[in-house]
Structure formats: C-alpha cells, structure tokens
C-alpha cells in the first residue's frame, strides 16, 4: 500500500521562504518520478514542480528560479524548497509520484501522468 504524506506547509509573509516535504511509504523515490502541484479555491491544479528517478527537473514559468524540487534518496523523501513566496503561491500543495521506469518528462504537468498522491499541505502567503 502506497501512501504519500506532505508536511511543511504554513502561512508566511510575501517574500519569505517554506520548505515542503513529502514522505512517500510503500514507494521508493529513488525508482520513482515525483511532482509537486498546487490547487487554489477555484482553480484547476497546477503542475508546479517535477523530477525524473534520474534527477531530471522541470518546472512551470512562475516559479523558476524561487522553487527547488530535490530528493533524499537515503530518506526516501521529495522536497520542494519556495523562496521569494507571492501571494500567488497561496494554494493545497499535493505530492505526486510514478514509479513507471518508462515514464518520461513529456507529460510533467499532467495530473494523469502520476498513480499515487497525497493528502495536500495548505501554503498561504499573505
């Protein structure tokens, strides 16, 4: 049984920094491609983050440069550094994960490109 669980989220001021965690079970994520996206009230999921087992990383426009995704393979957890926080940002931030060794990153952003996912961390910047 795979569960995937997120900690890390809070409230913070604009400009500041968080640190999302998510700690797959039942999954390693070193044979894993894994993804971070973010849902707001009202809004479709976005893809915000992903990485490849072999460290490949992709992400969308708006955060290049403020987010790092990274893993741990020795802790078997995902990450995903924010730096620079806008009010923007302010969303459910769900982990996803693939351990197909085939997937590819052509579909990164896909919601149906990932067959386990996790109960969401709340980010609010204000």
């Known amino acids: 049984h795979v569960q995937l669980v997120e900690s890390g989220g809070g409230s913070v001021q604009a400009g500041g920094s968080l640190r999302l965690s998510c700690a797959p079970s039942?999954?390693?994520?070193?044979?894993?491609?894994m993804a971070w996206f973010r849902q707001s009230p009202g809004k479709e999921p976005e893809a915000v983050a992903a990485?490849?087992?072999?460290?490949?990383?992709a992400y969308t426009d708006s955060v290049k440069g403020r987010f790092t995704i990274s893993k741990d393979n020795a802790e078997n957890s995902l990450f995903l550094q924010m730096s620079n926080l806008k009010p923007e940002d302010t969303a459910m931030y769900y982990c996803a994960a693939d351990p197909d060794p085939t997937w590819s990153f052509v579909g990164w952003a896909l919601e149906d490109e990932y067959n386990y996912w996790g109960q969401g961390t709340q980010v609010t910047v204000s």
């Open positions: 990485i490849r087992r072999d460290d490949l990383t």
């Open positions: 039942g999954l390693p994520v070193s044979d894993s491609s």
